[in-house]
């Protein structure tokens, strides 16, 4: 009797973890709310940003804005609004004082209800546009002194760029103009377009992981 009980015992339990693992996440958006972020190209002067809510499973877990991008039935990734508090210490203020800024790209797994940022290194919340095509991101980067600009390619599930290509110098005293326009992308074969401010265009043929300049002498197959 025993060892029957035992087995009855695991099978439930094994039933029960089966259940667990395969419980569908509900993935949710709020309403569209409009904001005044700290943050911009003008940060001089708070501009209205439409936010929304983010839930797992009827939790709030995040504000985005923009629209996200779909990389797979699964997966999708969303721009991240923070909620910072701007209290100062000498104010001694009971209640915080909330001030809204731009933050990076979420992941979001729509099987396991995880949410995680992605690895987007020198992505400026303030000047860089990122452009998504699949899983690749491409945009352009400022280093941490404020003074390179470099055109970045990342890969989901990559810690490094599979492309750091250096762009010239940035413009870090002028955050009202974008450092580049958003790069574009083609596909058959897959490519990325970017255009520094000295209008210069530099276009490369994406491989799995791997890179390629495309040249002049190329030809410019492919469709937006």
Not at 39 to 56: C, F, H, I
Not at 63 to 79: C, D, M, N, S
Not at 115 to 135: G, H, M, N, T, V
Not at 173 to 197: A, L
Request: hydrophobic share 35%; glycine share 6%; net charge neutral.
């Amino acid at each position: 009797m025993r060892f029957l009980f035992r087995i009855s015992a695991c099978f439930f339990l094994i039933v029960a973890s089966a259940l667990a693992v395969s419980k569908p996440h509900v993935i949710t958006f709020g309403k569209w709310m409009t904001v005044k972020s700290d943050s911009g190209p003008d940060q001089g002067r708070p501009e209205d940003v439409k936010v929304r809510s983010l839930y797992v499973d009827g939790r709030m877990k995040e504000f985005t804005f923009g629209i996200p991008h779909e990389v797979t039935e699964q997966l999708f990734v969303a721009r991240r609004m923070v909620r910072v508090n701007d209290v100062l210490p000498q104010e001694n203020a009971l209640t915080p004082r909330w001030s809204w800024q731009r933050g990076g790209w979420l992941v979001v797994d729509r099987g396991t209800g995880h949410i995680s940022q992605a690895s987007l290194p020198e992505f400026d919340p303030d000047s860089s546009s990122a452009s998504w095509y699949r899983d690749y991101v491409a945009y352009c980067g400022i280093s941490d002194d404020g003074r390179k600009l470099s055109a970045i390619v990342m890969q989901l599930a990559r810690h490094k760029p599979i492309l750091k290509k250096a762009l010239g110098e940035a413009a870090s005293d002028d955050r009202s103009d974008p450092e580049c326009p958003p790069p574009t992308w083609q596909r058959g074969p897959t490519r990325v377009s970017f255009v520094s401010k000295a209008d210069q265009k530099l276009t490369f043929a994406v491989r799995g992981h791997t890179v390629e300049v495309v040249t002049d002498d190329d030809p410019e197959e492919g469709t937006e």
